[in-house]
Each structure stands twice: as structure tokens, then as C-alpha cells.
């Protein structure tokens, strides 16, 4: 075995002077910590809950504590995240009377113990306290549970998706691999009589790189279809009013949203995180929909129809089919479609039975 500081250079990992990291030799890892704490901050900081409805106001404050650790880990650009955190949101809430005066002001805390990369397709855990546990301290803390809980889930998500993308290290991956394409292009176009080892060397990669390329995309090539079929104490205008109303969808999903009434017009929805345009629409009878996913693999669109039956006046059944949804996002989790049917379950059809009073 040769000493320390001898051997063939050849066979030897050292830091070089322009910083290169050879071939991808070896992990090129991030700490974090610090910008995880800044996201989580700007995501879960200031957000209303509640404005008034019940006569009770509840908002987010600020973020008390993200504890844990967090880093991104790049080799031959694939990333590779890692997360456990702990984060404290503090919160306040105030419950007014009929005239608007002020009955009851509480502090209160929202905990999320573990927020995992091995827990990333999961909704995490959330626990709720307040200071005042009196009646009206309760009733703020339960409205903070059922309306703040889908809300931090849905930050909290975004924060999953950040950190899959590279975190911090995004736009440094991007910025490579424009870099290294326009190389690669460079090399192709030029000829010469003899091909070194160097331009031979990378146009191997090129080729690895595509079938790599190639071999994801054949395994993202699975779609599959959803079906339910929902039951509201309503009529089917007021239900079909809602959902192509982008004030009562900001209302009952607690995040921004643009919906056209139009044929062609554009929406999106959840804060961007969905996007498409109305492709038919019969007032009270027929939604369709094409709606993507910003989490989704570049290019691919699913087909939402939502029918509108009223077998009798004030009953109102909702059948849904969503097709070509993906089995895969762009990172590789295999829980897209599960994901989308509890979306449609729990975010949509049952936030508007709380919010509107339509449940069965």
C-alpha cells in the first residue's frame, strides 16, 4: 500500500484549484438548514384561517422554532434530499359578538414534529394548543385544527416539492446543465480529423445520459384513471357555481386562485400548484377541465368531468372522473394518484361541505 502523499496522481480524488468536480467523482453536498428555515418562515408565517366566519378570526403569526436537519446531496445531477425537522408556528385567534366587540383573545402554537424525506408523500403530523382552554379558547383551537391543519399540510407540501427540486441548489443545477449542454453541442458540431479522448469521453456520456434519460421517461409512461361519485345537501347550480367561482375557491381552499367562466378560459387553482383551461361547461350540468400539476413530468395533462345530477330537488350527486393522471411525478413518487384522490376528497368535496353546510 503506498504512503500517504504518494501513488499514481492518476488514481488520487483531490481538490482542485478551479474547484471541478471531476467525472462527478465523489457527493457534492448542501447544508439546508438555514434556507429551510427561511422557506417554512415565509410559507407558514401571516396566513388567515379564518376572517370572520362564526363571528372567529385565526391566523398564523410567525415561526417560533424549525429544529433538525436538512441537505441536499448532488452526484452525476441526481438529487438526492434530507430532512428532519421540527417547526413551531405560533398563532392567535379572537372570538367577536354579534356587534363586532371583542369576547376572547388566545396565543396559541401549532407543532409539526417531523417533517421527513422518508415521510415525503405523507401528510405530517399536527398537533394544536392554545393557552386559554376555556370554551371559547376551545372553540378558536378546534377552528384552527379543522380549517388551519389543510392549510399548513398544503405549505408544508410545497416545502416537500422545494427540497425535491434541489432546494437551494436548483438554480445551480439548472445553470450547469444549460452549461454543460451548450459543451456538448459545441463538441458535436466541430470536426476535425482525429477524435481525442476528451471529446470521445463526453460523447459517451451524452449517449448514457440519453439512454438514462430515455429509461425514466418508459417508466413514467403509466396513467391511470379516477372515479367517485359525491352526495350534497344542495342544488346542483349552487354546487356548480362554487367550483367555477374563484372567490368561493379561495374561500373554501384557503389559497389563491383564477378561474375562467368561459369555454378555452384559463385557471389555476392552489396557489398555481394546478393549472389548465375549461374545455366544456353546461351551467349545472358539466364541468370538463384540463388540469395539470406543476409536480408532474413536462408536457403531461389530465382530463377532469364533473356531472351534475339532481335525482331530487336539494340532493345533489356529483359523479367525477379524472383521467390520464400519471402514476409518477417528476421525482419519481409513485403516489400521484392516491394523492389525487384524497386531494379531490378531502380538500375539495369535504371542505365544501364544511364551508357551505352542504353535507349529507
Known amino acids: 500500500m503506498a504512503k500517504y502523499g504518494e501513488g499514481d496522481k492518476r488514481w488520487i480524488v483531490e481538490d482542485r484549484p478551479d474547484g471541478a468536480n471531476v467525472h462527478n467523482w465523489h457527493w457534492a453536498e448542501t447544508d439546508c438548514l438555514e434556507w429551510s428555515r427561511n422557506l417554512l418562515n415565509g410559507l407558514l408565517s401571516d396566513l388567515t384561517i379564518l376572517d370572520g366566519e362564526g363571528n372567529l378570526f385565526v391566523k398564523t403569526k410567525k415561526i417560533e422554532k424549525v429544529e433538525g436537519e436538512a441537505y441536499v446531496n448532488v452526484r452525476k445531477g441526481k438529487i438526492i434530499p434530507g430532512y428532519e425537522l421540527n417547526v413551531t408556528v ?13 369576547l376572547l383573545k388566545v396565543d396559541g402554537l401549532v407543532e409539526i414534529p417531523y417533517i421527513s424525506d422518508e415521510n415525503a408523500d405523507e401528510n405530517p403530523e399536527i398537533r394544536v ?5 376555556g370554551p371559547l379558547g376551545k372553540r378558536l383551537k378546534d377552528a384552527m385544527w379543522v ?9 408544508v407540501k410545497v416545502y416537500v416539492e422545494a427540497m425535491a427540486r434541489g432546494g437551494p441548489c436548483k438554480d445551480e443545477l439548472e445553470a450547469k446543465n444549460v452549461s454543460s449542454k451548450s459543451k456538448n453541442d459545441n463538441i458535436s458540431s466541430s470536426s476535425s480529423s482525429s477524435t481525442s479522448y476528451v471529446s470521445q469521453t463526453v460523447k459517451n456520456d451524452v449517449v448514457a445520459e440519453k439512454k438514462e434519460v430515455k429509461k425514466e421517461v418508459k417508466k413514467k409512461e403509466g396513467f391511470k384513471n379516477i ?5 350534497f345537501s344542495c342544488r346542483a347550480k349552487d354546487l ?3 367550483l367555477m367561482d374563484e372567490n368561493r375557491w379561495k374561500g373554501f381552499t384557503q389559497s389563491n386562485a383564477r378561474i375562467s367562466k368561459e369555454v378555452n378560459g384559463e385557471i389555476s387553482i392552489f396557489d398555481g400548484s394546478v393549472t389548465g383551461k375549461n374545455l366544456e361547461l353546461q351551467e349545472g350540468k358539466l364541468i370538463v377541465q384540463k388540469w395539470r400539476f406543476g409536480s408532474w413530468p413536462d408536457g ?4 377532469v ?3 351534475f345530477d339532481e335525482p331530487e330537488p336539494g340532493v345533489t350527486v356529483v359523479k367525477l372522473t379524472h383521467n390520464d393522471v400519471p402514476e409518477e411525478d417528476r421525482y419519481g413518487n409513485a403516489t400521484v394518484v392516491e394523492n389525487t384522490e384524497r386531494g379531490w376528497r378531502d380538500l375539495i368535496f369535504q371542505r365544501i361541505r364544511a364551508v357551505f353546510g352542504f353535507g349529507i
Open 227 to 231: 372515479s367517485l361519485s359525491e352526495k
Open 147 to 155: 380549517k388551519g391543519k389543510p392549510v399548513i399540510e398544503e405549505k
Open 300 to 303: 403531461i395533462e389530465s382530463t
Open 240 to 242: 356548480y357555481e362554487i
Open 305 to 307: 368531468r364533473l356531472v
Open 90 to 102: 405560533s398563532w392567535e385567534g379572537e372570538a367577536k359578538d354579534g356587534d363586532g366587540g371583542s
Open 129 to 133: 394548543s392554545v393557552k386559554d382552554e
